[in-house]
């Protein structure tokens, strides 16, 4: 009689993808209380049209007027739902990227995930129209702050 165990199975490799869970309307991809990144080492990049660098963590983030609550409202008040897709009953999260200006203005708007149709466009135009923010800061100076900002479309 053999003493094979039926219960071994062999090894084998595969490929796994491990989904993550954005928040609506969190502050950003990097958001400054979830990532323990030290300020020196926060990425930076240097835009060629300007010598200011855009940075992507900094001590004090970007702030729209009012908090988290009123950028919420904002949203809700000026967005748009496309009629052909509220006809499909199509919906989705379109991922939003821009700079918030020294000054407080909205530049460098663009779709980082979109789902296509009218819903990007919507996203981006609402965007673009916010009003002036509470700029970043670093070591006490405004600087130019790369901000993420994840838009649900649901019926």
Known sequence: MSTNNTNQFPSVRY???WPVLAILLSTNVFAQDDVAVPVE???VRIDAQQEEPIYDIVEVMPEFPGGKEALMTYLTKNLKFPDQA???GVQGTVYIT???E???RISGVRVLRGIGGAFDEEAMRVVRE???WKPGTQRGKSVRVRYNLP???TL
């Open 102 to 104: 020294m000054d407080g």
């Open 98 to 100: 821009f700079i918030v």
């Open 151 to 153: 838009i649900r479309f």
């Open 130 to 132: 916010m009003p002036i």
């Open 15 to 17: 490929r796994s993808t």
């Open 86 to 88: 509220r006809e499909q």
């Open 41 to 43: 080492q926060a990425p």
